[in-house]
């Protein structure tokens, strides 16, 4: 059996036209014979005499392969997850642009099978064993073979441990040295200093805990608390005023509003009872 019957060869990673062998990228193949001996050369008409030619690579540097290709007319839209090969002509060189070829790239660790080996033969009746027809364009079709490939990517190779290395990676780290007096918080001066604080100083350094902490102890031990002047009623004696104006303040019930500001309307209410005067009419007498 053969390599690519066992599996044993590398997939197909990129695939794109190309003028001739000069143009034609590194590590690609250019397909100049066809299958059936004639020259592949994709020539757009009998004046042209020079065409283009398919070529694929097989390097896996780039970490991406073919799983599909397709050949799709300018009319169809390209299929989802597809694009089309990449051209490397010439300068005035161009593409047959009513029949193009795509083909659908995928990371090389997402799939087990691929597109193995592209093949072109003459527009007859060859058949092509164990080979998928793509489609025909330009006098020519187009062969593409799939299978099961295997990845040639290295492997990290295991690097030996030194035992030392190998002791810092094991080993349990070592328990934190107890607090040492050099590395206490400077002194403050005692009448800054909270009563809770003072007290924690006067006891046995034999209280602290095995990570070298002190129980009980806090971030705010030791910081100095002092009231704003502002909101002290005893040094502050516009605020004894404002405290003594605020305990002369009455509190009204609604009763007591209504009693103090109730207002019957009853002026108005008479005013707009009273009967308009009513004007004699012209050559009646008034009574009198």
């Known amino acids: 059996m053969s390599l690519m019957e066992h599996g044993a060869v590398r997939p197909v990673t990129a695939v794109a036209w190309t003028s001739n062998s ?126 099961h490939f295997t990845n040639p990517m290295p492997q990290a190779k295991p690097r030996s441990v030194s035992l030392n290395l190998r002791q810092l990676s094991i080993d349990q780290p070592d328990a934190p040295l107890p607090l040492r007096p050099s590395n206490l918080l400077p002194p403050l001066p005692n009448n800054k200093l909270s009563q809770r604080r003072h007290s924690l100083h006067n006891k046995d350094t034999g209280d602290k805990c095995a990570d070298g902490s002190i129980p009980g102890l806090t971030a705010l031990d030791g910081v100095p608390f002092s009231l704003h002047p502002k909101f002290d009623i005893q040094t502050n004696s516009p605020a004894l005023q404002l405290n003594s104006q605020l305990n002369n303040i009455r509190i009204k019930s609604l009763q007591d509003i209504k009693n103090e500001y109730n207002y019957t309307f009853a002026v108005e209410e008479s005013a707009a009872k009273r009967i308009r005067p009513s004007v004699p009419a012209e050559g009646v007498p008034s009574a009198q």
Not at 77 to 85: A, E, K, T, V, W
Not at 95 to 109: Q, S
């Open 22 to 147: 000069s143009t034609c990228p590194k590590d690609f193949t250019l397909i100049s014979i066809t299958e059936d001996g004639a020259t592949a050369n994709f020539t757009r008409s009998f004046a042209m005499k020079s065409g283009y030619y398919l070529c694929y690579s097989k390097d896996l540097k780039g970490g991406m392969v073919v799983s599909d290709i397709q050949l799709i007319s300018d009319k169809d839209s390209i299929p989802h997850g597809y694009c089309f090969i990449a051209e490397h002509l010439e300068a005035k060189a161009s593409v047959w642009k009513k029949k193009r070829v795509c083909v659908r790239m995928v990371p090389v660790g997402s799939v087990d099978t691929a597109v193995l080996d592209i093949k072109v033969t003459a527009k007859s009746k060859m058949m092509l064993q164990h080979y998928t027809y793509v489609g025909d364009v330009h006098g020519y079709v187009l062969w593409c073979r799939k299978g």
